[in-house]
């Protein structure tokens, strides 16, 4: 019941996700009525969707904590019980994004060996797509933590994305080791100790210049960095899609009293380039972000989610389902002692 288009677009995309994976069933939870509804507006009738009543919603303005305990029957609450008790392999929200992560925290607790969760966020603005790790969940990490997505973020590059080897860097204020903050600084000296390919700082002029393709930091700093990257993106779109525009004009004015066909080829390449740009920037195309170092599988999607956002974050959810990520960050970080969780 959670996002800012739900329940129709998540109802949406929920029967978008059954019809393109064979064997794929999803549990709709929330408000009976409104998701029976959607679903008949839908002209759904098939029999790889069921409803699991949930009488509350969280709201995207409520304190996390405080609905979390408060509306034990919300959407959010009613859906992470049920991965805790193994009746569903995973969990997809587009709701309040800090209620997932505190329920999640609560109900399914951490990975044995893992501290403190984290979200993965997959950018793909710059030369290579690039996972950001963490980008809320966790405010004021700690050099094990970071560590710790180090590991995590490296393994769901590497079997969620096809990344071999992912390099990871760090995010800092400069490239020296002695540079930044007494986190930066304490992580940096750890990291040639755990075994992964890493890069050392990054600054983030650097991010999207295809350095790494992991990049670790706290929450705080990490959601900064992503509603930047989000709003700029979005903005230079717009930019572009208005130069582009007036040069198609241009062109197809001066081709009018040529060629008359040409002018239908030149729109239609304008069009073709924006939507390729569009689709590159569109948080659409991923769907959602893993919260990673949770005992269950849990993905975060962005409020604005419309059926092709839902649909791809519930395909991400069944797709590490079935890699069992989980197990592998369990068996890693116990082959590294010193991110042993205390």
Same mark, same amino acid.
């Given at each position: 019941?959670?996002?800012?288009?739900?329940?129709?677009?998540?109802?949406?995309?929920?029967?978008? #996700?059954?019809?393109?994976?064979?064997?794929?069933?999803?549990?709709? =939870?929330?408000?009976?009525?409104?998701?029976?509804?959607?679903?008949? #507006?839908?002209?759904?009738?098939?029999?790889?969707?069921?409803? =699991?009543?949930?009488?509350?919603?969280?709201?995207?303005?409520? %304190?996390? =904590?405080?609905? =979390?305990?408060?509306?034990?029957?919300? %959407?959010?609450?009613?859906?992470?019980?049920?991965?805790? /008790?193994?009746?569903?392999?995973?969990?997809?929200?587009?709701?309040?994004?800090? @209620?997932?992560?505190?329920?999640?925290?609560?109900?399914?607790?951490?990975?044995?060996?893992?501290?403190?969760?984290?979200?993965?966020?997959?950018?793909?603005?710059?030369?290579?797509?690039?996972?950001?790790?963490?980008?809320?969940?966790?405010?004021?990490?700690?050099?094990?933590?970071?560590?710790?997505?180090?590991?995590?973020?490296?393994?769901?590059?590497? *079997?969620?994305? %096809?990344?071999?080897?992912?390099?990871?860097? &760090?995010?800092?204020?400069?490239?020296?080791? @002695?540079?930044?903050?007494? &986190?930066?600084?304490?992580?940096?000296?750890?990291?040639?100790?755990?075994?992964?390919?890493?890069?050392?700082?990054?600054? #983030?002029?650097?991010?999207?210049?295809?350095?790494?393709?992991?990049?670790?930091?706290?929450?705080?700093?990490?959601?900064?960095?992503?509603?930047?990257?989000?709003? *700029? @993106?979005?903005? &230079?779109?717009?930019?572009?899609?208005?130069?582009?525009?007036?040069?198609?004009?241009?062109?197809?004015?001066?081709?009018?009293?040529?060629?008359?066909?040409?002018?239908?080829?030149?729109?239609?390449?304008?069009?073709?380039?924006?939507?390729? *740009?569009?689709?590159?920037?569109?948080?659409?195309?991923?769907?959602?972000?893993?919260?990673?170092?949770?005992?269950?599988?849990?993905?975060?999607?962005?409020?604005?989610?419309?059926?092709?956002?839902?649909?791809?974050?519930?395909? *991400?959810?069944?797709?590490?389902?079935?890699?069992?990520?989980?197990?592998?960050?369990?068996?890693?970080?116990?082959?590294? /002692?010193? &991110? #042993?969780?205390?």
């Amino acid at each position: 019941m959670g996002g800012d288009r739900a329940p129709a677009e998540v109802v949406r995309g929920a029967i978008r #996700a059954v019809e393109e994976v064979e064997g794929l069933r999803v549990d709709l =939870v929330g408000a009976e009525a409104d998701i029976r509804q959607e679903l008949e #507006a839908a002209g759904w009738q098939g029999e790889s969707i069921s409803l =699991v009543p949930a009488t509350e919603a969280i709201g995207m303005g409520e %304190s996390p =904590v405080e609905a =979390v305990r408060a509306k034990k029957d919300s %959407s959010i609450v009613v859906g992470l019980k049920r991965v805790r /008790d193994g009746k569903s392999s995973a969990f997809v929200s587009a709701g309040n994004t800090g @209620a997932a992560v505190a329920a999640s925290s609560l109900f399914l607790r951490t990975l044995p060996e893992v501290t403190k969760a984290g979200i993965a966020v997959v950018l793909k603005v710059g030369v290579k797509p690039l996972i950001l790790m963490d980008v809320g969940a966790n405010v004021e990490a700690k050099p094990e933590h970071l560590l710790q997505y180090a590991v995590m973020a490296g393994l769901y590059a590497s *079997l969620i994305h %096809s990344v071999e080897d992912p390099a990871v860097g &760090l995010l800092n204020i400069g490239e020296e080791g @002695a540079k930044g903050n007494r &986190l930066a600084k304490e992580t940096h000296d750890r990291f040639g100790d755990i075994g992964i390919n890493f890069q050392g700082n990054i600054e #983030a002029v650097e991010l999207f210049r295809g350095k790494c393709d992991v990049v670790v930091c706290d929450g705080f700093t990490g959601n900064i960095v992503l509603k930047l990257a989000e709003g *700029l @993106a979005e903005r &230079l779109f717009l930019l572009f899609e208005e130069g582009a525009s007036e040069v198609a004009s241009s062109i197809a004015g001066i081709a009018d009293s040529a060629q008359g066909e040409l002018k239908e080829v030149i729109s239609q390449q304008v069009q073709s380039g924006l939507s390729r *740009l569009g689709s590159r920037i569109d948080y659409a195309e991923s769907g959602g972000a893993p919260l990673l170092g949770v005992n269950g599988t849990v993905i975060v999607s962005h409020g604005r989610s419309g059926a092709r956002a839902i649909s791809n974050a519930i395909q *991400l959810a069944n797709k590490m389902a079935e890699v069992d990520i989980n197990g592998l960050i369990v068996q890693n970080l116990r082959a590294k /002692d010193s &991110l #042993a969780a205390d």
